[in-house]
């Protein structure tokens, strides 16, 4: 992975977060505390901009088809230690995606209800008489095909926008013509986020 830049303070990162103070008089001690952390803030801004998204997704990709068993699927997910997968046509194009969320949403559980954390995922899978699926049910009558992409050329900022605006917890990197050619998930961006902290850490270090 590439060295990460360093995020120094400059002046627009001052302007910015004045702007977004919505005042540019009277400042005192207080003010200058709060200025100084959002000026930081878009010092960060500005330094994700220097990486695309190509230099941290995840590639290549496990997909699946359409035509694919809830079985097949259900145990890529198991053997490959995964969460979802983008669907793909025979082209490799991009069609729709299925996360293990849509597996429990079939099954009657509100596992990606944002009111529900992962005991009630667990209460009503114990609890409650679920009405599973054929395991011959195919992934298209399961997938959403509604799907959110990004490309490789993009910021990482553009990315984390895009995942924050449509609470996803993964996001498609897709070529011009929707073939699959990367995946971005909030692991990765974590990734990004300890190595700058270690980055760091060594450099007061001095190692």
Known sequence: MPKHPEH?????????????MNTYIDVMVDDLVELNARAEKYARLRAAEGHSIADVMTHPVITVRADSS??????????????????????????????????????????????????????????????????ENRIADLMVTNVVTV???????????????????RIIVCDDKRRVTGILTHTDLMRIFFDRVRGNTFKQSGK
């Open 8 to 20: 120094k303070l400059q002046p627009e990162d001052f302007v910015n977060a004045l702007r977004e």
């Open 70 to 135: 809830l079985a097949e699927v259900a145990h890529l997910f198991v053997i490959q230690r995964i969460s979802g997968a983008p669907v793909v046509d025979g082209e490799e194009r991009l069609i729709g995606i299925v996360t293990d969320a849509d597996f429990l949403r079939v099954l009657g559980v509100p596992g990606h209800h944002p009111t529900h954390n992962l005991w009630h995922t667990l209460e009503a899978l114990f609890v409650h008489n679920l009405e599973f699926p054929k395991p």
């Open 151 to 169: 490309s490789a050329e993009q910021s990482i900022h553009d990315a984390i926008d895009a995942m924050k605006k449509h609470r996803i917890n």
